[in-house]
């Protein structure tokens, strides 16, 4: 059975973190693989985190990533909702982000969905 910590689901935009996440995900042959994204999280969970006080699940929302070109694209788009949920103890590594990435990168690092969503949120 999932435990989902309640807290993570509120919608809140003032209540959330950015974050960069660094996830591991273990294979069934002693192999590891890495997952890496921004998006945002609800800034309980964050603080927990840091307490090493929580476990469960956590929800990662307007997710981020570098793709295979290393510009940063928008995770949601006609099939994506843009949001995740992930096991706690998945966490290799959380950095604290202070705006949305779109914002952070050069306007040719980002995808044109990402330049779209520029041009129209700011």
Known sequence: MLNVNAT????????????????????RKDTA?????????????????????????????DMRFLNDSDKLELYENNLESGMCIFRVKDIVRLDLEKKDPVLTYKVEELTDSAKAFLKKHY
Request: charged letters at 20%; aromatic letters at 14%; hydrophobic letters at 35%.
């Open 33 to 61: 693989t890495y997952s890496y994204y921004y998006g945002c999280m609800n800034k309980n969970v964050v603080e927990q985190i840091k307490k090493n006080d929580i476990s469960g699940m956590f929800i990662l929302s």
């Open 8 to 27: 993570a689901v509120n919608t809140n935009k003032q209540n959330k973190q950015w974050v960069y996440v660094k996830l591991i995900s273990e294979m």
